[in-house]
Nanobody, 123 residues
Framework: QVQLVESGGGLVQAGGSLRLSCTASERTVRTYGMGWFRQAPEKEREFVAGVSMMGRTSYADSVKGRFTISRDNPKNTLSAQMNNLKPEDTAVYYC?????????????????WGQGTQVTVSS
């Protein structure tokens, strides 16, 4: 059973930056696509960014040009550098791992989830 642990959330002013990290308990995630999702109060969970096993990335239109996803396979970690944050980025952010090697924007393709980390952007 793969366990994912996120860190790096917090409170930041609009225009600021945060870096989220996710550490996996198993080396097997090196062969999985991984992603970040977020869920704001009373909203559906939505895709933010994803990266394939080979490093191909995909982003939601709302974060393109502001967020950068990356993975460090030897360290079993996934990161998200979030710049120029906006109040609408406020949400709980989840790290997720798929059993597939590619990138997916569909949460149903992800088998493993972290507990989430809160990101709050004040205006």
């Amino acid at each position: 059973q793969v366990q994912l642990v996120e860190s790096g959330g917090g409170l930041v002013q609009a225009g600021g930056s945060l870096r989220l990290s996710c550490t996996a308990s198993e080396r097997t995630v090196r062969t999985y696509g991984m992603g970040w999702f977020r869920q704001a109060p009373e909203k559906e969970r939505e895709f933010v960014a994803g990266v394939s096993m080979m490093g191909r990335t995909s982003y939601a239109d709302s974060v393109k040009g502001r967020f950068t996803i990356s993975r460090d396979n030897p360290k079993n970690t996934l990161s998200a550098q979030m710049n120029n944050l906006k109040p609408e980025d406020t949400a709980v952010y989840y790290c997720a791992a798929s059993r597939h090697v590619g990138v997916s924007k569909d949460a149903r393709d992800y088998a493993y989830w972290g507990q989430g980390t809160q990101v709050t952007v004040s205006s």
